[in-house]
């Protein structure tokens, strides 16, 4: 009933930038926390960083000053802006949303995935 569709990943040299989008449909109510995470070969899932509906964020440490997170609420879409990409931010990146669903208001707010983007960065 919902989808969450991403893109803008690709593979980009060290120091290069990268705009990852998502962009959420369906039957939606509303929409509370977004967020981008990654998971990088054998290692488990992380937070990337995380936007409110009111748009308070947060990063990860090794982020903080490297990558924007912002979201256009009328869009239902939320933004990952990588500038200075280095060779340990490779990984696959999901956006994640919590949404109210339209049609089954009663269960309250619902997780949404990404099929993920490859984000690859040379040295």
């Known amino acids: 009933q919902v989808q969450l569709v991403e893109s803008g990943g690709g593979l980009v040299q060290a120091g290069g930038s990268l705009r990852l989008s998502c962009a959420a449909s369906g039957s939606i109510y509303s929409i509370n926390a977004m967020g981008w995470y990654r998971q990088a070969p054998g290692k488990q899932r992380e937070l990337v960083a995380g936007?409110?509906?009111?748009?308070?964020?947060k990063y990860a440490d090794s982020v903080k000053g490297r990558f924007t997170i912002s979201r256009d609420n009328a869009k239902n879409t939320v933004y990952l802006q990588m500038n200075s990409l280095k060779p340990e931010d490779t990984a696959v990146y999901y956006c994640?949303?919590?949404?109210?669903?339209?049609?089954?208001?009663?269960?309250?707010?619902?997780?949404?995935w990404g099929q993920g983007t490859q984000v690859t960065v040379s040295s």
């Open positions: 994640n949303a919590d949404v109210a669903v339209a049609s089954m208001p009663q269960i309250g707010l619902v997780a949404y």
């Open positions: 936007i409110t509906s009111g748009g308070s964020t």
